[in-house]
Structure formats: C-alpha cells, structure tokens
C-alpha cells in the first residue's frame, strides 16, 4: 500500500465506521454485522499504526485519549453510589411494595422496572453538557478514575444533546458497563487463541476490561453502557424530570443510551406480569441479566424513605431463579482450606450455566455427600445463581451406573496425612472435618494467599502461582516471612520473571501503610471477617491497644458476638500469634486504624461557631449522631430543615429534596470528608 493509498483508505474507513456508528447507536438499525465491524476497525488501527501521520483528528480511534497510566486516580463520589438489597421471591417482593406503601401510606405508589444488567456500575460527570470524568463505584464512596477507558465505549456520547433545553451545568449520570453476549464469545475466541484464560462469564470480562491500564486496548472489547440513575445534579433545572420513567425518557433526549426496556406498574399483580415477561425476554437481550430493578417511580417520594447503611429503601432488586443444568460428576476431591477445613469438590464435565461455563462444584461437607447419596460417574443437576458457586441440587438416580460406590471420605489430609479431625458445626451446615496441623503446607499457603488478596491487604501478585512456589521451597511460611524476600528470588520462581516480581514487591511495601482492619482481616482469625474486622479498627486507634483487650470489651462493640469475641482474644492469647505481630512490626507494617481515626478527631475549638447545619442522607461512615455530635462540639447548630438560615448541608448517599432545597438556596453542600478534614485541619 503506497502512502496515498493508505490517506485515502484512511478516510474512508473513518467516514465508514462513524456511518456505522450512526446506524448502530442512533437509529437502532446496523448496516453491518458486529463482526464486520470489528474487522473494519482492526483494519484502521492497523493501517493508523503504519502510518500515523494521517490519523484524522476525529477517527473512531481517537475516541481514546491518553497514554497507558501508571496506576488509576482516586475521586472521592460527590454523591455517594449505593447498592441494592436483594429479594428472591414474589412474597419477598410484594412484603417490599407493602412496606414502602405503609411508610408512605397517603400516596398511589408508581413503579418502575428496569433490567437488573449484569455489569458493572459507574459515574460519568458532564459539565456544561462536555463529559468531563468516568468513575467506578469503588467502595461507593471512593471510585477509581477511568475516564480514559470510558471514552472508548461505542455508545457514549462525549458530548449531551443540550438543543432540546438547557442542560445542568453539572450532570451527574450512572449506569451500567456491560459486554454483549455475542462480544463476549467472540473475545473468550480469541484469548483462548492466544494463549490467555478466557474469562468467566460477560461481567468478569467487563470488569477486567475496565481495570486495563491502556484505553488502546479497551478500546478494542466490545464494552457499552446504559444509563438508569443520577449522581450530583446542580443546578437543579425547573424542567427537570421528577419521575424515573421521564428520567429515562430525558437520558434519551439528551442522547444518552438507556435499558432497552423498561416498564411502569402500581400494583403487585401487574408486576409480577412484567416479571414474567422480563424472564422470557431477557434471553433475547443482547446483554446478560440477573433480574429486575423496581424502583419507586416518584423521585421526591423517594426522599422520605432514606437509606440503610447500603441500599435505599425506595428500590429493590429482584434475582431471577438459579439455572440448572444437568451434567456428568467426573470425580469427588477434596481441598484443605486456610483454616484446615477439608472441603469436598465435584469435578464435573463443563456445562454452561447462567452464561459461563462449569466445570466444578462445591459439595460443601461430608454430611451433605452422604445426604445426597452424591457418587463419582453420577449424573447430577446442578445449579449456579449469579455469584454464588455452582452446587450439586441432586442426582438423576435412573442414570447412576450399576458399578456405583458409596464415596468415602478420607479421614486423613490429603496434603499432609495428619489424622482428621471431626467438628460439630453450630449452623445448619453439619459436620466438617478439619486437618489440625497447622504447618500443614495446604494452610500455609491458604493463610499467605488470604493476607494478599484484594479483600485483605490488597498485594498484586500475590495468587496461587507465586505462594504455591514460595511455600513448596520454604521461602515464606508466614506471612511476615513475604517481607524478607528479595526481587531477584521472587523473578528466578517459575512464571514469574522481573516485571511481575517487581509488581509484588511494590505492593508488599505499599500493604505496610494498610489500614487496621485489612490486616485484622488478613490474619484469618477465626471469625473474624471483613465486618468485624472494621468494627474492631473502628474502636481501637492500633494493634497494640486491640492486642490486650479482654472478651468483656469486646462483646460491648456493635456487631461483635460472644464466638467472635472469645474468638479474637484465643487468638491474641497464643504467643505464636503475638511474635507473628512483633516480627510484622519489625518489618515495618503499621496497624494503625484510619477507620478509629476518622471517628475521633478532636474538635476541641469553635471552628464551626455560629454556623447553622442541616444533615440529610446516609454518610458513608458516622452515624448521624456522631455527625452532629461533632458539628455541636466545634460550636455549630444542627437544625432538621433546610431554610434561609442554614450555612451547610451535610449531605450523604440519597440527600434527596433537601439536596436539591439547599442547592436553590445556594447553601454549601458538603461530604463527610470534606467535614472531617475541616475540622482535623482546624480550617473552615
Ligand atoms: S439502580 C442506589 N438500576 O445492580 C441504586 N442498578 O445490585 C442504584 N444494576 O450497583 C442502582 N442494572 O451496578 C440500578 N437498572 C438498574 C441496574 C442496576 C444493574 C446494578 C448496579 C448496582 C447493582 C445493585
């Protein structure tokens, strides 16, 4: 191709694929298949790369902007994004509408109901109708800046459609990513070709895609959006929708794509009938879908119910049954878990539920095997709901084959032969059989694969590959021991090389500053999960003070149990654990509790003399009590309604209309954050 002939198809592809583009986003009716599609778009970035003196300034590839980063930004949601409670069952639903009804009890309720998409959840700022910032939800209060990737989605306008009326000059949106069925094999195809594990399932992809460093190459999955909800919105336009379905009908107007169905009820029978059909439809979305969103149409209405620490009362999510499916039991084996649990698992023929594909099943403990007379060579139905890992609902008797036997469960570990020991659980999940050994390779490598993961202390890098080798040749075998180990150790390891240990070297020393919690969670106490180990770090500043409390101190904190208690101080108790913290100490890990912090910042001044608050909303971490506590002590008022008067809103997940009072009278909105750090800086 001379250099003529490569402008000249340049152009062409460009005008060619922006018609597409058109056809596909605007007028809902493709001019091509998808798979054309790609192969038009591979061949502009192919010949862009040749010759990249003559990339047009608005091709479809410069949608992207930026080069790789290094690692995303933090931003701190001007509103916080919440999550949904979930409901299973019509009764659960019908409690759902009857509850709301009865807390509003002076109003004809209006429903909405959306497609619950199986994505992933994001905010995009538009201001003075330009998209300016693309986040994720993070932990609803804090979100990685992904911007750049969420330029590259095929159907999101940079730009919002403001002829039609005046846009907010700031317009917060929030949707779903989501990756099309068809997209999904095909890029399942390709990294299989490649050489690289395909991903689980449609929402693993997107989130992975999402997570990249480069927009090049996320421009490159078939990733779109729909858009179902709000973030910050100022000001707050006279024309603004005050329902969920003329929000929807104004996301279309301005041009942002919305679900492609959505419907409106005002009872539990016509919902139940939307249901219905949703779950027939939902297999001809384009998109994967776990349920359905029921969503208080009335958007003021929306204020009065509030929120719970998580989720808004005024919507729910509805999950659609698990799906069977049947498949062949290839054999049973069992695994030793961190805490010398020995758990049996199903190998089965790989089968495709839910939209990924199965190959293993959990059998949870012996007394369920023998409860369901579970054997090698049976067929089974098993069954997977969104999450939740796939289990063994029972086995097709008239197809056992006639050479069967009664599996027996071994009584010694598999990975280290001690004896197993049997214990009575208190739940209903019946007996489980543990290894008591706890140098047992198989618990080592457990507790150091817990100590690293993202939940715990956050260390990349630090997955089956790398501890599997370091426990096999005795270079860790606890987890202070992964401080010591050098770089060119960690790169001389099979599959490892320098990059990648250079990576885990990075985060081992980035996990020193950790906060309390994730290491109170990482250590694996048992009993101790991520919610207790935050209710800990929110009453002790460090470890040292949480090291010598006594069960009584601990069964007075919220959430904290006698088991758990007993538990926490067993643990404290046994000198090998209190060297693990000394030589954690001597490696430099802090422990120090960011969470104990941010409760109890001194506010021993007037800072906020005369200065009058109203609070609305959820705050992601005080209690509205502790919030005003701390407003009063630094001098200023808390009143309940908003009014000339007011100086501040104080406003959390869901501030509803007293948001949007306060934004008409100009009154100062601010976050938790903002609060806590004006009074820790002592600056107002
Ligand atoms: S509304 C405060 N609408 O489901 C409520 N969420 O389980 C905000 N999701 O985090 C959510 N489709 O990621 C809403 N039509 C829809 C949705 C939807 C999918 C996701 C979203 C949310 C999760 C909650």
Redo the contacts with the bound molecule.
């Keep these: 191709m001379t250099k003529k002939e490569a402008q000249i198809r340049l152009r062409d592809l460009c005008a060619n694929l922006r018609r597409h583009n058109y056809a596909y986003y605007v007028l809902a009716d493709p001019s091509i298949t998808d798979h054309e599609y790609d192969r038009l778009y591979n061949e502009l970035v192919n010949i862009e790369a040749l010759y990249p003196e003559y990339i047009e300034r608005d091709s479809p590839t410069q949608k992207v902007g930026g080069s790789p980063l290094e690692s995303f930004a933090s931003i701190i949601h001007a509103v916080p ?4 409670d ?1 409901t299973y069952s019509r009764d659960a639903l019908a409690a759902f509408l009857t509850r709301v009804q009865k807390q509003l009890p002076d109003h004809l309720l209006g429903w909405t109901v ?8 994001v905010n995009l700022r538009y201001e003075h109708g330009k998209l300016v910032q693309g986040a994720t ?1 993070g932990d609803g209060t804090t979100g990685d800046d992904i911007t750049n990737n969420l330029k590259t989605l095929r159907n999101l306008p940079f730009e919002l459609d403001g002829e039609g009326g005046q846009l907010p000059s700031v317009l917060e949106v ?3 990513v989501f990756m099309t069925k068809p997209g999904f094999l095909r890029l399942n195809t390709q990294r299989t070709r490649g050489g690289d594990e395909p991903f689980a399932n449609p929402r693993n992809a997107t989130a992975g895609s999402l997570k990249l460093l480069d927009p090049v190459i996320v421009a490159k999955r078939p990733l779109d959006i ?1 858009i ?2 709000l973030g910050e919105v100022s000001p707050i336009p006279d024309y603004f929708p005050s329902k969920q379905s003329g929000l929807l009908q104004y996301f279309e107007d301005i041009g942002l794509p919305v ?1 492609a169905k ?1 419907w409106t009820c005002q009872d539990a029978s016509s919902l139940f009938n939307i249901l219905e059909k949703l779950e027939v439809l939902r297999h001809t979305l384009d998109y994967e ?1 776990d349920g ?2 029921i ?1 208080l149409n009335d958007m003021h209405l929306r204020e009065e119910l509030g ?1 719970t620490a998580k ?2 009362r005024w ?1 729910i ?1 509805y999950k659609f049954p698990a799906e069977q499916a049947e498949t062949r039991l290839k054999r049973i084996f069992v695994q030793v878990g961190r805490t010398g649990a020995i758990t049996p698992v199903a190998e089965l023929e790989s089968v495709l539920v839910s939209g990924s594909k199965v190959s293993r099943a959990t059998l949870h403990n012996a007394d369920e095997i023998k409860r369901k007379d579970i054997r090698e060579k049976d067929s089974v139905i098993i069954e997977k709901a969104g999450e939740i890992i796939p289990a063994v609902v029972h086995v097709v008797l008239e197809k056992r084959p006639k050479d069967s036997k009664i599996f027996e469960f071994p009584d010694t570990c598999p990975e280290c032969q001690s004896k197993a020991v049997k214990f009575e659980s208190s739940g209903t999940i019946g007996s489980i059989w543990r290894c008591p050994n706890t140098d047992c390779p198989a618990q080592v490598r457990g507790r150091l694969e817990h100590w690293c993961s993202r939940k715990a202390m956050d260390i990349e890098g630090g997955g089956t590959v790398l501890i599997d080798q370091l426990v096999a040749k005795g270079l860790a075998l606890d987890v202070s021991e992964l401080y010591h180990l050098k770089q060119e150790e960690i790169a001389s390891l099979d599959r490892m090389g320098n990059k990648s240990a250079k990576k885990f070297m990075e985060g081992l020393a980035g996990s020193k500053s950790r906060d309390l919690w994730r290491v109170l969670f990482g250590l694996g106490i048992l009993h101790v999960g991520s919610g207790v180990a935050k209710a800990l770090a929110r009453e002790y500043p460090s470890m040292h003070e949480l090291m010598h409390c006594d069960v009584g101190n601990l069964v007075a904190l919220e959430d904290v149990g006698e088991t758990i208690a007993r538990s926490v101080v067993d643990w404290f108790t046994d000198a090998r654990n209190h060297h693990l913290i000394h030589r954690l100490e001597k490696v430099g890990l802090k422990m120090e509790s960011i969470l104990y912090q941010q409760r109890h910042i001194k506010t021993d001044n007037d800072l906020l003399h005369d200065t009058t608050w109203v609070l609305s909303g959820t705050l992601p971490s005080l209690s509205r009590k502790e919030a005003s506590e701390k407003i009063e002590f630094a001098g200023g008022k808390v009143s309940g309604n908003v009014s000339k008067k007011t100086n501040f809103l104080l406003a959390g ?2 501030a509803g209309s007293k948001l949007e009072k306060a934004k008409k009278l100009k009154i100062k909105v601010i976050t938790e954050a903002q609060l806590l750090d004006w009074l820790e800086k002592g600056e107002g």
């Design positions: 994004m919440m999550s949904l979930n959306e497609p619950k998409i199986d994505g992933v959840a939800r929030r949707g779903e729909a179902y909800g679900p959505y879908t359905a969103v969503k929120a989720a808004p919507a999510a997940e869901s």
